[in-house]
């Protein structure tokens, strides 16, 4: 009776499971599926040349044509987004947790950094191409400006954020400065670190396009810029499609990273 | 020094001894002022506090009168202004590490299950794992936490988080508690039950306890003697030695005596000013 009562129950949870599944994915890929359509429809019943707006089928044809190409830039853009992000976050962490150590130090830094993280970055591009020339490393100093602030400012109030009278107890533990950083403040601070890191990388996504737009010669954001010189608008939508499979791509690693390193995190919030 | 400490605490609890004696706690002319000059702000005292081994000694008072403030300065956390505290004879001089702390907040560490969370104590002093862990599986089951060791902190009840923090305070053997309001965030119905559960533990280990309240109910439902102060700056101003049989009933109200305790603690906040009743 039991066994039956748990068989019914647990295909009851898979049915729930897969319609959960189908109103995920299904209902989205649908509607999309559906713009297109009409994009495509309206295209051909107006008859608009190609060069103006291409259809759907027209872009969708060259990803796969020319597929070499657009993944080459696409892993370019990759490279780019992966140095510029690491770096950021490498040395906005510890960064962090210097200028929260020191009283002094944050108060004197904090309106400068609440002011940089403010100013828009793309502004500094072409002063980075003249220190620099037009290469890859302008795109990485980019992104890396993009992402760090944002990683720094929520570093800082990660490494804020213990109650104070927890420290009363590590301290009646007789816990040492480094035993309560390692068992308290830099897991605590985990949550606010991944909250900056998950703003960084939209922005470094962002950054790195706006980068190769000005400065580069290789990457989505060049490929697009070149394809825009030839009026090959075609290639120029296949470009915007492989830019946000990019950015999709580099959101779901970050949720997936947060998700497997705080699985605790899942709650909104500590409370 | 610590390690001899250490080596004392885990030898005691692989021969499964959970009859550590309470310290015992002296204090004389106790006095806290906060900063200096013109801003100082003079919180505590002087007040002289004695703690008999094992007693269950609570402090009632209104907010802000250092009830607070004592408890930090018997824990060696925060230096007194003035006066002297010993423990078990040995003059306080930094923070003492015999103790197990409460808060009114749990205090849990978020990433940490509740099994976790407890062995804290374990991993930051270094003590036996397998020894302690058991001590935190008997607290458990005692706390009727069993079950939950391994959900996070804001997959528990209120009530539960805060049994998971006496848990906590309590799985190093410590001699003395100290609990600054534990109870105070709960709902009423889970404060009654909770101050049971206490009042059995401590029962059974007779460690001495220092407990912060602002309810007459829970000082007089578990204290072997209340302490009355009023601020600021806060003094006794009451002793109160409660004679009631242990372990005390859910409804206090069985007990005439618990009236009468209970009496002379609004009378003496009445008289204070503390309640203005027309």
Known sequence: MAATITATGSALSK????????????????????????????????????????????????????????AGHAWATSKTIIL?????????????????????LERGLFPVIVFLNIMPKTVIGPIIVVWFGIGPLVS???????????????????????????????????????QTLRYVRVPASGRYIFAGMKIGIVK??????????????????????????????????????????????????????ERLLMPWARHPTAD | MPGVEHHAVSRRLRAGMSTSTGASIHGRGITKVFGNGPEAHHALGPIDLNVASGEFVSLIGPSGCGKSTTMLLVAGLEPATEGTIEIDGQPLTSAISEVGIVFQDH???????????VMLQQEIRGLDKRALREQADRLFAKLGLTGAEHRYPWQLSGGMRQRVSIARA?????????????????????????????????????????????????AVGLSDRVLVMSGSPGTIIDEIQIDLPRPRPAHLGEYPDFARYAQRIYATFESLGIYKFK
């Not at chain 1, 009278?165 to 400065?177: F, K, N, V």
């Not at chain 1, 790195?208 to 060049?222: C, K, M, R, T």
């Not at chain 2, 205090?107 to 969370?117: G, M, P, V, Y």
């Open chain 2, 107 to 117: 205090l849990l560490l978020e990433f940490r299950t509740a099994i976790r969370n």
């Open chain 1, 84 to 104: 510029g992000f690491a770096l950021g976050a490498a040395i906005a962490v510890p960064l962090a947790f210097f200028i929260v150590s020191i009283p002094a």
């Open chain 1, 15 to 70: 049915h729930w499971l897969r319609s959960e599944w189908i109103s995920a994915l299904a209902y989205p890929a649908l509607s999309v599926i559906a713009f297109l359509a009409v994009w495509e429809v309206l295209i051909r019943v107006y008859d608009v040349p190609l060069w103006l707006v291409p259809k759907p089928s027209d872009f969708l044809a060259r990803l796969s044509s020319d597929f070499p190409l657009i």
């Open chain 2, 170 to 218: 309590l799985v190093h053997e410590p001699s003395m508690l100290l609990m600054d309001e534990p109870f105070g965030a709960l709902d009423a119905i889970t404060r009654t039950q909770i101050r049971h559960d206490l009042e059995m533990l401590w029962l059974e280990t007779k460690k001495t306890v220092l407990f912060i309240t602002h309810s007459i109910e829970e």
């Open chain 1, 140 to 178: 990485v100093i980019i992104v890396f400006l993009m992402c760090f602030f944002p990683v720094l400012v929520d570093s800082m109030s990660g490494f804020r954020a213990v109650d104070p009278r927890l420290y009363y107890i590590t301290r009646s533990m007789g816990a040492s400065e480094l």
């Open chain 1, 204 to 257: 470094a996504v962002e950054g790195v396009i706006i980068a190769e737009f000005i400065a580069s010669s290789a990457g989505l954001g060049f490929m697009i810029m070149r394809a825009s010189s030839f009026m090959d608008l075609t290639l120029m939508f296949s470009g915007l499609i492989a830019t946000a499979v990019v950015a999709l791509f580099f959101n779901g690693m970050m949720l997936s990273a």
